[in-house]
């Protein structure tokens, strides 16, 4: 890497909506790492490149090492903040860890280029890893989740996404990069159906057809919006940048929630206050509706980061 360049960052951290994801959870087969990391530079650089040849599609993506994989992978440095999923757990509200060494996100507006490029991955990865887990995600509606409500409203727009998502000179070895958490929630949509619409928008803190966010004195202290909209010690707003979409079928579906941010800390306040509340009682009601059946934590590096280790 030029060392006055500014390290690409990976197209798919802060990319616009799209219609179809596609989402890989890899292990890596032990003892082949020296093989694996200049096949991950290749990956790194493949997805970057069909950004371009695919940019009619708004194709994008990202290849992410987890938090526990970093160290055997990239010995020599780690990301200032990298830990593991933060677990948690409290009555019937369960965020439980599970961990793998690599993720890969795809995303386009076109599910035969999406098919093709995951085939094409997974053969470049092929005797290098294991695949744990494919889920596929979709654009539902006019971006809504499952449960009928607008997603992503609230997130940073324009150049403001690159502030929220990206590590800046902080880590200067790391700039550009992102930390990323997986949770892959399952609804109980039968019983969020039973629900009147009214109950259901105290639960979100916005209307649901029209997607009106509540007047400050209107939300229950108990709604999905409250509990997640913080600040930090300095009074600012914590940011993060949410990628997720809905998937599934008719036996298990929800929202592959993905949280990408300069710092792990605010996506994990967050989820405290989802879980375990304010302190007075008060956690968020939409966990009543949906349980996480995964809980994953990496790291985005740069592109030019992973280039590094290119033969
Ligand atoms: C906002 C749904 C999980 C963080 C929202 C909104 C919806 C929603 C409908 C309102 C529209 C918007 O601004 O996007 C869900 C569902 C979840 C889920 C269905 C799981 C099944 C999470 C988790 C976190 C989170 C795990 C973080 C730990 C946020 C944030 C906002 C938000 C930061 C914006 C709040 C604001 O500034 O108004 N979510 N969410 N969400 N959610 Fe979630």
């Not at 956690?283 to 996480?292: E, G, I, Q, R, S």
Request: net charge negative; proline share 5%; charged share 25%.
């Amino acid at each position: 890497m030029e060392p006055q360049t500014m390290p690409r960052e990976q197209l798919g951290i802060c990319a616009e909506i799209n219609l179809h994801s596609v989402y890989l959870m890899f292990n890596a087969i032990e003892g082949e790492e020296n093989h694996l990391r200049p096949c991950i530079a290749n990956v790194a650089e493949y997805i970057h490149e069909l950004a371009d040849q695919y940019g009619d599609s708004a194709f994008n993506g990202f290849v992410a090492i987890g938090a526990n994989f970093w160290d055997t992978f990239y010995p020599a440095a780690r990301p200032a903040l990298l830990k593991p999923f933060p677990a948690m757990s409290k009555d019937n509200r369960e965020a439980p860890g599970l961990e793998f060494d690599l993720f890969v996100q795809l995303r386009c507006d076109r599910y035969d280029v999406l098919h093709l490029v995951a085939n094409e991955i997974n053969q470049m990865l092929e005797g290098l890893v294991e695949l744990m887990e494919e889920e596929r995600g979709f654009r539902f509606m006019d971006s809504r989740d499952l449960t009928g409500f607008v997603d992503g409203t609230e997130n940073p727009k324009g150049q403001h996404r690159q502030q929220v998502a990206l590590v800046g000179n902080e880590d200067i070895g790391f700039k550009n990069g992102s930390y990323a958490h997986v949770q892959k929630f399952a609804h109980d949509l039968s019983s969020w159906q039973r629900l009147s619409v009214k109950k259901q928008e105290d639960i979100i803190g916005r209307t649901k057809s029209d997607n009106i966010e509540y007047a400050s004195e209107d939300k229950p202290l108990t709604s999905h919006i409250k509990r997640v909209n913080l600040k930090n010690d300095q009074g600012e707003p914590m940011e993060i940048l949410r990628q997720s979409m809905p998937y599934g079928s008719l036996k298990e579906q929800g929202l592959m929630f993905i949280s990408l941010c300069h710092t792990p800390d605010y996506f994990e306040k967050m989820l405290h206050s989802m879980v375990h509340g304010d302190g007075a009682g008060n956690h968020d009601h939409l966990m009543n509706f949906t349980h996480a059946l995964t809980g994953s934590s990496f790291f985005v590096p740069s592109v030019d980061f992973l280039a590094q280790f290119e033969e």
